[in-house]
């Protein structure tokens, strides 16, 4: 099981903008603009390229309908009867609650025991459905065909290829960023079941697959997914049991979520957790576990310790 920590050089980058913001608003809300219409008006007579390209493009979608094609659902469906798969990426951030856009549907397909077995249901879909084609990403942040039966080599290689063909990408994880392929059975025992025998990747593990990506809408997942498990955290911190809370704040902590322990926790022992829990993320650089170690009232790491050794002993 992975444990979730804040990226270290994350939360600098947000307490700078946070002070930045502070200073530059000075207590004054910033004002908002509305978002115009993207709408286009109906072509009557075509006079530019722009209006020869629309016409063109609505011709293609209309005459694309009369070749029955698998879509994107249909090809994750029929991997499903094949394999065990658990959905991450863009579609499990709006299962979690998120509305927001993507491009492609991100799949882990049960790598056990091995990349031969993991490749052989795509082979089977790719076979099925020719206008489908496997890929992998290139070098220069592109995607580049592959056959067939490379796919098992790209598969360990790349930790994951694309298919493509369908009216959404569907990229297919071998094992997804910072997880090990013994890792899917807890992943998937976690995950909740949708459509088709799928399993919706549980948050904490999904926020532990963007915890190292640098991409602008990974910040807004990750921000969207903390709010979330941070406040089931505050509801279950404050009734649950000592071993309870001490397995919850081994798997997922956050400065705010340390500071919660120590502050509303009558249990010594969890106090002490969310203590360590503070000192080593302030040791690490977090600016914010700092901030809070100062607001609560500074507890000297061999106080922790004392405390975890009586918890230990009870």
């Known amino acids: 099981m992975k444990p979730y920590r804040p990226n270290v050089d994350r939360q600098k980058r947000r307490y700078s903008l946070r002070l930045s913001l502070l200073r530059l608003r000075k207590g004054k809300p910033f004002p908002t603009k509305a978002i115009g219409s ?3 008006p109906w072509i009557e007579n075509a ?11 609505s011709v293609e979608r209309s005459t694309a309908g009369w070749v029955r094609k698998m879509t994107a659902q249909e090809a994750v469906a029929f991997l499903a009867t094949k394999r065990r798969i658990v959905l991450l990426g863009g579609m499990a951030m709006i299962l979690h609650g998120l509305s927001r856009n993507t491009k492609d549907y ?48 790209v598969g360990t290689e790349d930790r994951l290829i694309r298919i493509a063909g369908a009216e959404r990408p ?3 994880f071998f094992v997804p960023n910072e997880f ?47 709010n979330k498990i941070e406040a089931q955290y505050r509801s279950r911190l404050r009734t649950c049991s000592e071993a309870e809370a001490v397995s919850m704040l081994d798997r997922f902590a956050t400065p705010e979520i340390a500071a919660f322990a120590v502050r509303e926790s009558k249990e010594d022992s969890i106090r002490a957790v969310g203590w360590r829990i503070l000192h080593e993320m302030r040791a690490n650089g977090d600016p914010f576990a700092e901030e809070f170690i100062r607001e609560i009232g500074l507890a000297s790491p061999e106080v922790v310790d004392r405390l975890e050794e009586e918890r230990r002993k009870q």
């Open 106 to 153: 991100d799949i882990w397909l049960d790598p056990l025991p091995d990349a031969q077995t993991w490749a052989a249901a795509i082979q089977q879909l790719l076979r099925r459905e020719p206008p489908l084609q496997a890929q992998r990403i290139s070098s220069f942040g592109g995607w580049t065909p592959i056959g067939v039966a490379d796919v098992p080599l």
């Open 47 to 57: 006079r530019s390229l722009a209006d020869a390209e629309v016409i063109s493009d």
């Open 180 to 226: 090990d392929a013994a890792d899917f059975e807890g992943v998937w025992e976690r995950g909740t079941s949708i459509d088709h025998g799928v399993r919706l990747m549980e948050a904490i593990d999904l926020i532990v697959t963007k915890q190292l990506t640098d991409r602008p809408h990974d910040e807004t997942d990750i921000r969207f997914l903390t």
């Open 170 to 172: 569907i990229d297919v």
């Open 38 to 40: 993207n709408s286009e």
